[in-house]
């Protein structure tokens, strides 16, 4: 499986960006695809994650802000990221082969195996 990001670029805080991440190769292995971002000097942090029967979860610093979705005709997972405040700056990954758990009212989502290159946002005056 392949994973290819793309979307990524500079704005200002307030202005919105689309990411979009393409799946080649074995993809009926993919349940779950989802979004992840690392900041400078800072761990890699989940953002968004969608499964293929439409179950979503977000972080919450992006709820409300972000919306995640999927097309299995296309293959691809997008991220669309609106008011974005300078506090989302960083790279971008996405992720797919995951699994989405439910467990006492909380997603848990175990990242999978394949990855795609990270995708810079950068959100600055």
């Known amino acids: 499986v392949q994973l290819q990001a793309s979307g990524g670029g500079l704005v200002q805080p307030g202005e919105s960006l689309r990411l979009s991440c393409a799946a080649s190769?074995?993809?009926?292995?993919?349940?779950?695809m989802g979004w992840y971002r690392q900041a400078p000097g800072k761990q890699r942090d989940l953002v968004a994650v969608?499964?293929?029967?439409?179950?979503?979860n977000y972080a919450d610093s992006v709820k409300g802000r972000f919306t995640i979705s999927r097309d299995n005709a296309k293959n691809t997972v997008s991220l669309q990221m609106n008011t974005l405040k300078p506090e989302d700056t960083a790279v971008y990954y996405c992720n797919g082969g995951g699994l989405l758990r439910f467990y006492s009212g909380t997603y848990y989502y175990t990242e999978g195996d394949y990855w795609g290159q990270g995708t810079q946002v950068t959100v600055s005056s």
């Open positions: 969608i499964t293929i029967r439409g179950t979503i």
């Open positions: 190769g074995s993809i009926f292995s993919i349940k779950a």
